[in-house]
């Protein structure tokens, strides 16, 4: 434990956190409706750091720094070109996601729903990866899990403490919405409305016969487009794997072997029960007669014939030694248990009376010797201690690195085999080496790889298939940069052109557009545009535009949302061109002829019912606990990190 404490207080991952492990309703709370509750316009009583304060809690502008660093962090992982810019428009849901979760731990505290250590400790140890090979919360796993996501472990408990109070407050809270039938009724006709239109098609290919880009026009566009053509990070990532190959001398000894099997007779030894008659008396001198004449060759039934009724007969069939000593005691089992067949047990006192018993039959069971049951127990001992092993020889590892040993010197003590890839990238391609191929049990710790500051100490997380471990830190970084022009001509050249004939087909597109609304035919219209261009009826229900495919979705939504006889241009949603679509023919729809679909509005509006309670319960949350926004210190952080970035 206190090992886990040292690694722990010397992690030198993040310090704040994007409300990433809330569970999906709180998600939803984070929306601008509720930017203001609570709010005082000028910050009253909150320092320039200060940008929000719940209760007695403060949250400052270095938090919010780093959660959006952590946020610029995860949209990198799918977007190498993202920058601060581009996430602008997640600041204010993100300060409100950390405005709430902090509400609800304060409106718990101060209403007496105070979370336990012992609850958070239970959801910690299901988080993912925390558990290491041998099925125990491990160090590695629990640091591994802190490092991908950019957290501490008092911001883990933080979450984890807000996401236990919404569980128990919040959903119950948000299940009691309800909608009338004639609420969820013109919903359904709506939905049943029925458009008849046309749509002309403007594909850029269709303008861009001719076009030729000087060197020039190249070097413009390349200057102006240069985050089109970046190279992601490239790092070379060393290895140095801990696993079965570090623990293969490791085997159980004859010594443990017999131990385990001595430890472990009710699983190896054989099953003996025995049929015993025995007759209870309330005096022992009756009960030493009785044992007596059975002695002499008597039945338990013959000899306790004397007492008469003071003798209860009874035969216990099949009885283990256990069981026996349940009902006579441990002197009456241990001697009952010994002896061969006739064995007459007594005068014994139980709590029960005096017993006399005479053992009548013994029956043995399954059962397997040592000899048998020693490639199975070497077996398991062997495994089990290799990866007892693993964890040791990890454990060592981290030791050293937590006392600053670098890469090698920590591989070196452990004698652990180095490796490195070439150059790649975050998905482990190689733009050097294309034939190259990354392990798949390896994935997780390139993502490890390159999270790791050129400057921090490695990391160890367990591999993909779960075989042990692997101490991974990066040996060189190459920082994402465009790909020299020279070598991405031929690509430069080909996105001009589709650019240029990208502009002239809008123009062409927005007269087409044009002339339609104005009392010309759709397909007059194109052919005043002087090129060749498909035009196609339409026709849909307004239901059908969310199951519609991503190609056909833009045309529909622009027939369900202009007049009869109006036409709108809009970009085809693959960037191949533009649609000009002209609405005619509207039938109204009626829910009448679709109860079935009645009922389904009627649950989606439920539904949406139900969060809107939960935001409301947030509201009210807010304001019991005293949340204040400082608005200056606000919009101060939003310009030094949207104007710094560019």
């Known amino acids: 434990m206190s090992s886990f404490v040292r690694r722990i207080s010397k992690s030198k991952i993040g310090t704040a956190i994007m409300a990433t492990v809330l569970i999906a309703i709180l998600a939803g709370f984070a929306v601008a409706d509720l930017a203001n509750f609570g709010t005082g316009s000028l910050g009253f009583g909150l320092d320039s750091s ?29 977007n190498p070109n993202a920058d601060y810019p581009s996430l602008a428009k997640d600041f204010d849901p993100l300060l409100s996601q950390m405005i709430d979760q902090r509400a609800i731990i304060a409106f718990a505290n101060k209403h007496g729903f105070p979370i336990s250590k012992r609850l958070v400790d239970a959801e910690i140890s299901d988080l993912p990866n925390v558990r290491g090979l041998n099925g125990q919360p491990s160090v590695q796993g629990y640091q591994l899990f802190l490092a991908q996501n950019r957290l501490t472990d008092p911001q883990v408990r933080e979450l984890l403490s807000a996401e236990i109070v919404a569980r128990y407050l919040l959903l119950p809270m948000s299940a009691g919405g309800h909608v009338p039938v004639g609420v969820a009724t013109p919903y359904t006709s709506m939905l049943l409305e029925t458009r008849e239109g046309e749509a002309a098609v403007v594909p850029f290919t269709a303008f861009t016969a001719g076009l030729k880009p000087t060197d020039a026009d190249l070097q413009r566009y390349y200057t102006a487009n240069r985050a089109r053509y970046m190279v992601p990070e490239q790092r070379v990532i060393r290895f140095a794997r801990i696993g079965a190959d570090q623990v293969a001398g490791a085997a159980a000894t004859d010594q443990e072997i017999t131990a385990y099997y001595k430890a472990n007779q009710a699983t190896y030894g054989a099953k003996e029960t025995r049929t015993l008659s025995q007759a209870v008396v309330p005096d022992q001198k009756t009960a030493a007669d009785i044992a007596a004449r059975a002695r002499g060759g008597a039945t338990i039934t013959a000899a306790a014939a004397p007492a008469g009724a003071n003798a209860a007969v009874t035969t216990i069939a099949d009885q283990t030694r256990a069981a026996y000593a349940a009902i006579a005691g441990n002197q009456a089992a241990s001697t009952a248990f010994t002896g061969p067949v006739g064995t007459v047990i007594g005068p014994v006192r139980s709590e029960f009376g005096w017993i006399a018993a005479k053992v009548e039959s013994v029956k043995t069971e399954g059962g397997k010797s040592l000899a048998a049951a020693r490639s199975e127990i070497a077996t398991k001992l062997t495994a089990d201690k290799r990866k007892q092993g693993i964890e040791d020889l990890v454990n060592k590892v981290q030791d050293a690195l ?24 975050i998905n482990g391609a190689s733009r050097a080496q294309p034939d190259y191929k990354l392990p798949a049990e390896l994935v997780p710790a390139v993502k490890a790889g390159f999270e790791i500051a050129a400057n921090d100490p490695p990391e160890i997380p367990a591999l993909a298939d779960k075989s042990g471990y692997v101490m991974v830190a990066p040996a060189e970084i190459v ?15 080909s996105d001009w052109i589709a ?6 087909a809008k123009a062409a597109a927005t007269a087409i557009a044009a002339k339609a609304s104005r009392g010309m035919s759709l397909a007059d219209a194109v052919k005043q545009s002087g090129v060749a ?3 196609r009826p339409l026709t849909a229900r307004r239901m059908q535009i969310a199951q519609a495919p991503p190609e056909v979705m833009p045309a529909l939504r622009v027939l369900f949302s202009q007049t009869t006889g109006k036409s709108r241009m809009v970009p085809d949603s693959q960037g191949r061109g533009f649609f000009v679509v002209k609405t005619g023919k509207v039938t109204p729809g009626s829910a009448l002829l679709a109860p079935g679909l009645i009922a389904q509005m009627r649950n989606e509006l439920q539904q949406s019912t139900s969060d809107d309670y939960a935001r409301q319960f947030v509201a009210a949350i807010r304001k019991d606990v005293d949340v204040r926004r400082n608005e200056d210190a606000i919009r101060t952080l939003k310009k030094q990190i949207f104007t710094a970035a560019n």
Do not use: H, W
């Open 533 to 535: 261009l498909p035009v």
């Open 479 to 493: 920082p994402a940069a465009p790909a020299p022009l020279a070598s991405i001509r031929d690509r430069v050249a």
């Open 402 to 425: 937590d006392t600053d040993s670098n890469f090698s010197e920590a591989a070196a003590q452990a004698k652990l085999s180095v490796t490195a890839t070439p150059l790649i990238t």
């Open 499 to 504: 650019g240029q004939g990208i502009v002239r």
């Open 50 to 78: 200060t940008i929000a304060k719940v209760g007695g809690q403060k949250i400052t502008d270095r938090e919010m720094r780093d959660a959006m660093q952590r946020r610029l962090q995860q949209v990198r992982e799918q």
